[in-house]
């Protein structure tokens, strides 16, 4: 995702886009510096700052993506991201690699889940979270041709998967859930965001060797909300799942809960959201390790979901 | 109108709205008078019948708390109705005590938590070194702020920058939220500090029109400028100058008959 991120602007960099970065994206910015260098900008270690001069340049007409890892150009300088870019409606994209628990192996600090709990609840923020490598391009080449005011971009690390088409890719909408894979027999929803997609297909395809039949949702925009397509998918399957590697505290599941309430001829009874636990991890591993540590690794969460299916 | 002149309206808006509102700060306002009348004078290149002329120079309050004095200057100018300030800090009113740009006509910024300006002053000043602009951007911060670390962040991105058309203006009161700033976060040897980091400093008598527009006038060709602005806390009423008390209270009765005395004689 990363690199699609940064390929996609290369190739379409506007004379009023600026990169801004504090100081980190060592071999994967070299093709944008070399197309743009007049575009680049290293803030240096200091986030606040970074968020402050995209908000400062972004006053002047700008169009600033404020690049970093993680937490870093979220959490540290959220007060920027709040007061300056959100109220005052700048188009700031705040791109942050390492969603979840992408760096895994480099311990809490780096680890991204929170983040889109903290982020949604800002006013006037639009959030990403795509699901694979072609999302990551199309978004941030909608984010740099349409006035999309402040944005907040949580990408993956690197490795993620392609899962689109040339031809799906082009029918996603901003705000609307998509459907990659419709079953017309509408007995289990997998809703996925960000780069749990991959795990949301290959529980489908196993699934259906079962003889199970399951549609996959992609939810690459958390905010706005696509409440509509969530109520009717609750109100048509028998069985709807989430995946986020994200806490369960405020993220993806606690968005689609959100978006049910006051809908009639809703059950929550076999709804089983797919989370991080609200807790900092004791144990060193990377991504696949530390997501099977958390059951939402592919096998575990295909255990659990025939469990549930069985019992009921 | 002289810089003067307009200082001394300032002050007595600031009181008035200060005193309708029951809201503090009025002492940080009557410190920064001077130095909003000498930038909305003489030295700011701004159109008040086209605010967001894009050519424009541009001003950030920093230092949020003081925005009444924004709000009366920018009044005065004629870039919105004297009439609104009476609703300053009112139920329904836009005119917020900590400055915001929603609704009025020449804030650039909404400020109130402190640290932020100088960051957003550095935006502006590289957004127009990109665009070969020749607009400059003013930020007015306060003492006490410069405890916040991401005004080092700015100020060291700023010099890095050459950014010669960011100034950078500290209302040097030398009071801060509970005490005076030497008893609470030194800042001193504060003009070494700002030179150190690159920038060009003057340090200048923050209440002297003449002063204040010299220094605005002379700021360096190719390096941010810091004009340091030794200031009195509540400058031109008696019972207010440096006392702490004054960065919360709000004049009534006694008080504000007195205050508003002391200004218009």
Redesign the interface.
Known sequence: MRTAFFQALEDHAQSQT?FITGDLGFGVINGFLKKHP?KF?N??V?E??M????????????KVFAYSIANFNTLRCL??IR??VA??KLNVTIVSVGGGLAYGSLGISHHATEDLAILRSIPNLTVFAPGDTKEAYELTKRIVYEDLGPVYLRLGRAGEATLHTDESIKKIVIGKAFPLIENPVRKLAILSTGGMLETAVYVCEQLKQQNIHSSVFSYHTIKPFDSETTQRIFKQFDFVISMEEHSMVGGFSSAILESLVGSKGILLDNYYPFALPAAFTSKVGDQNYLRNLYNISPEKILKEILNKLKQS | MTSVELAKKIRIHAVNMTQLGKSSHVGAVLSIADILAVLYNDILNIRPNDPKW?DRD?FILSKGHAGAGVYAVLAEKGFFPVDWLKTHYQNGSMLSGHVS?IGIPGV??????L??G???????????K??NKDYR?FVLMSDGECDE??VW??I??ASHHHLNNLIAIIDYNKIQSLAPVKDTINLEPFVEKWQSFGWAVQSVDGHNCKALKNALLNIHPSNPTCIIANTTKGKGVSFMENQVLWHYRSPQGEEFDNALKELEG
Do not use: C, P, W
């Open positions: 600026v007049e900008v803030a240096g200091a606040q700052n968020v402050g001069l995209s908000a400062g340049l972004a006053l002047a007409g700008k007060e920027q007061n300056d109220y005052h | 894009s541009r740009h650039e910024l909404s400020t109130g938590s640290g932020h100088l960051s957003i002053g550095a935006g502006l000043a590289l957004a127009a990109m665009d951007t670390g991401s962040e700015a060291l991105f």
